[in-house]
């Protein structure tokens, strides 16, 4: 038994990330650091529906107040104008009022491109005003009793805001409290060499440490040195020990409610062999690593198990290099245990085989996530994609003839994009369209640092900040866009030609449960072979329906 | 009204089976219920097919379709 430490540890992760899965990150940390004599508790914000509810009627009113020409991908990029209005709220005291609806005004006109009427500002900030002051009330709740020493926050560029809110919250009440702040943010938008970090970690006084990348070892070693001598950022680089995936302990999910989450949560490998321009999974993680195929399954069934659920998401980064070898070894799984899993994929020569994609979901292969990006050939290539149109195609046909559903991704306004490589992926859609369970498009972001290209497309076009520098105070740090073609006005334009063209061939951008259970029913009228309904998979315990995947037999 | 309240009930009573359904007109099935987005998805779907009825879009946050009144606003404007 280990001596217990000097430090209680208390990690949370604050509001809008859907709570589809119980937070991984903060997970793996309390039992890592568990393992090694600390006590940690963890905490996640999202599983409780009034906050979490909140950003759907963020953007429901948003919504109402935007014409319908201008509409684009309001359920998400909705969420990127709420999250810079939640981060603006921290600091509104240091300006005048007028600035702070001003900068909303900004918002919405960068993203929607539209001139945003006084009385929509006023009652978008009301709702805000109305969410950290119920968010204000579970944290008291949370923290008053002061039964730890140092406090952490996982965070994504979507919880910013609150995860501000509440670190302030922390330090005011508790100064003597060590706040640290990690998590998937620093992928990207505080990539380690950016100058954003550097801006933002000067203005949060009130965050004491940043641990960037692999959290592990790096806040283990901050707890174990009791912070003296160490500097303010530390960085889980190439000079710093990554875990052996095989020796770490199972994430620990047992200060969640679990039956909030519709969907349990694994992983089988960090990081990606691939190298994508606009990606930073390979920043993020470093050396692509995973874990022995027996491993993986023994917690795909511990999970399974313990908590009675039969779904699994699997946070891989990428899961090709191991999906073939990870179906072998859960074909293994006796019938009566048996259960699903969802994860990324890319499209590959493997899937042109249907006997391997029969393979795939016999062993329980339920959701493939797939970057597919643009449906233009050119727009591929600059991406160094390194896959083709037709390969896209074939890919898809077979996994949706196997009933899988498939999630895709798409980048709109990738730089150079041209109108006919537009027109090309507009194209696609439809041809494509009963092999998309889901589409979800994204206008392309740029990081000065942080994506694989971030430094040739500087060079090449260079860059500039979206909103005055007076905002950017508020904002506490700066977005920025690419000097070249298409600009931003042109990239939503098509993100809304985008939009259009879903409705028009009837695919869906599932976000919620609801969303998810409707498109699921047209999966189903789609394809014979469709997986279970989700929701019939929440519901139906260990007595899942699935009779194509009873019927395959295998070559 | 009696028989939307007495559907309603029954859709409400599968989804938490373990709790007497006694409940006010405007009070909230999340404050009383401890209604998730999960037993929210089930509540949709008793009342699409107790009731006949599509939900639509803007009814799929649990804030907008939390009450019986809620509710019977939905019944009332779906079934003309
Ligand atoms: C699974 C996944 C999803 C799933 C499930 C998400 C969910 N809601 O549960 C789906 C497909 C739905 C999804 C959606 C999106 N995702 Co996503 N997703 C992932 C993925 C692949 C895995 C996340 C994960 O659990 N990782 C495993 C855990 C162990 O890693 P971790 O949380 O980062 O934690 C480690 C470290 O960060 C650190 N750490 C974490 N917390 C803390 C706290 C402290 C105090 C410390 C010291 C350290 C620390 O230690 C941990 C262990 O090493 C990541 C990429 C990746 N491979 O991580 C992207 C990622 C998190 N997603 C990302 C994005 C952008 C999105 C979307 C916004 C995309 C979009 N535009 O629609 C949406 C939004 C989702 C939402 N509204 O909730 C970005 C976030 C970048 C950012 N700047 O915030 C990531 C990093 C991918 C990327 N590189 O771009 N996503
Ligand atoms: S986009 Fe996918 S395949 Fe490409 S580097 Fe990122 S995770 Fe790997």
Partial sequence: MQKEKPYKVKLSIMPFWSPLTPPMGIACLKSYLEQNGYSVRTKDYNAISSLFDFGGRYIALMKSYTPVDRMGNIAMVGYDVLMAHLIAYNNRDDFSLNDYH????????NNFFYEATDEAIENLCELVEQFYALLAEYLINDIKEKDFDVYGISCYSLTLGPSIFAFKFVKKYFPEVKTVMGGGIFADQFNSNSLELETFARKATYIDYFLLGEGEIILLNLLESNFKNVPRIIV??????????????LPDFSDFDMNSYPQLVAYSSRSCPFQCGFCSETVQWGKYRNKREEKVVFE??????????????????????????????????????RFYWDTYLRVCDMAEDMEKVKKWRKAGLYRVRLGIESGSQH?????????TIEKIKSNLQNLADAGLKISTFWVVGFPGETKEDFHETLDLLREIKDNLYEVDPHPFYFYPSGQVDSESWEKIYGYE??????????????????????????????????????????????????????ADKRWKKLHKAAVPMLNDLIHSGSAIVDEYRDSIVLR | M????????????????????????????????????ISFVSYVIGIESKFDIEVPDEYSLPSKLDTLNKTYDLLGRERG
């Avoid at chain 1, 001003?102 to 006109?109: A, D, M």
């Avoid at chain 2, 859709?11 to 009383?32: E, H």
């Fill in chain 1, 379 to 387: 727009v591929l290539d600059l991406m160094d994609k390194r896959i």
């Fill in chain 2, 2 to 37: 009696e028989m939307e309240r007495k559907g309603i009930i029954e859709v409400l009573a599968a989804i938490f089976p373990n709790q007497t359904i006694d409940i006010g007109d405007d009070d909230s099935f999340i404050d009383k219920l401890g209604m998730d987005s």
């Fill in chain 1, 300 to 337: 795909l069934r511990s999970l399974t198990k313990k908590y009675g659920k039969n779904i699994i998401v699997l946070t891989d980064s990428l899961l090709n290099p191991n999906i073939d070898k990870l179906a072998d070894a859960l074909l293994e799984v006796p019938p009566e245990e």
């Fill in chain 1, 465 to 518: 900040s979206i909103y005055e520098d007076k905002y950017n105070e508020m904002l506490m740090c700066t977005y920025y866009k690419l000097n070249c073609q298409p600009c931003r006005e042109e990239i939503y334009r098509r993100l809304e030609l985008f939009r259009e063209r879903c409705e028009e061939c009837n695919i869906p951008n599932p976000y919620s449960l609801i969303d998810i259970y409707h």
């Fill in chain 1, 236 to 249: 889980s680089d190439k000079t710093v020990k990554k875990v052996c995936l095989d020796d770490i302990p």
């Fill in chain 1, 102 to 109: 001003e900068l909303v005004r900004q918002l919405i006109l």
